[in-house]
């Protein structure tokens, strides 16, 4: 079935949560979904897809985003995620910013198409491409002077591995989040359409995971 850039959109805001969600398991745990981790980052190599279904290879692959957007934007009394919240917003928010700074954007797609080389000859996680993605990261985004303030257990972000996969995994969400404004995003019409949102969310599930939320 032929989707709409409204329903990329909605996919693009899972990319988003899913690579919060991410950040926010490493950074307090050390531990991650490794097929959701694995679908983050290579999606980062996808800068010049032709159809946005080709980003996430499928939307399946973007289950835990899903869950995480669908559970923020659910009107009831369970309880919601702060933390996972103040990634996605932080996330929009620098990347608005990387709108602006066309220079910037270009050293971005330069470091990816080098990195997307070295993911071809070692695996998109390899601690090699990690650290490559890490110092785009670092050398770049974390410039401005908004900056996304990653918290969790201080063992696990002094070490060097763990911070370049937090550093890959924010540029996975940027990658998202530019996805997003591409197809018509912007962070008011997450106040104004929360319902038709969180049903396409839903839509997207229901079609592609085995563990949809009814």
């Known amino acids: 079935m032929i989707k709409s850039e409204y329903q990329f959109r909605i996919l693009a805001l899972a990319g988003v949560f899913q690579a919060a969600a991410l950040i926010k398991q490493l950074a307090k745990t050390n531990r991650l979904d490794e097929a959701s ?4 980052i290579q999606s980062i190599f996808k800068i010049n897809a032709d159809d946005p279904s ?21 009107n009831n009394k369970a309880p919601k995620d702060p ?6 917003f932080s996330l929009l928010h620098l990347e608005r910013k990387l709108k602006e700074n066309p220079k910037m954007l270009d050293i971005i797609r330069t470091g990816i198409e080098r990195a997307s ?18 110092s785009i990261y670092t050398d770049t985004l974390s410039t401005f002077s908004f900056r996304v303030h990653v918290t ?17 995994l924010l540029l996975a969400g940027i990658r ?11 962070r008011w019409q997450l106040l104004i359409f929360r319902n038709n949102i969180l049903q396409t969310a839903k839509a997207w599930l229901n079609e592609y995971s085995t563990t949809a939320i009814s």
């Open 37 to 40: 981790f694995l679908a983050s």
């Open 54 to 74: 080709e980003i996430y290879e499928s939307p399946q692959n973007l289950t835990l985003g899903l869950n995480e957007l669908i559970q923020l934007f659910t």
């Open 83 to 88: 933390e996972i919240a103040r990634y996605v």
């Open 117 to 134: 080389k070295q993911a071809l000859h070692f695996s998109p996680t390899h601690e090699n491409v990690m650290a490559n993605l890490a």
């Open 152 to 168: 969790g257990e201080p063992i696990y972000l002094t070490q060097t591995p763990i911070l370049n996969k937090v550093r890959a």
């Open 176 to 186: 998202s989040a530019v996805l997003w404004r591409q197809m018509g995003g912007r």
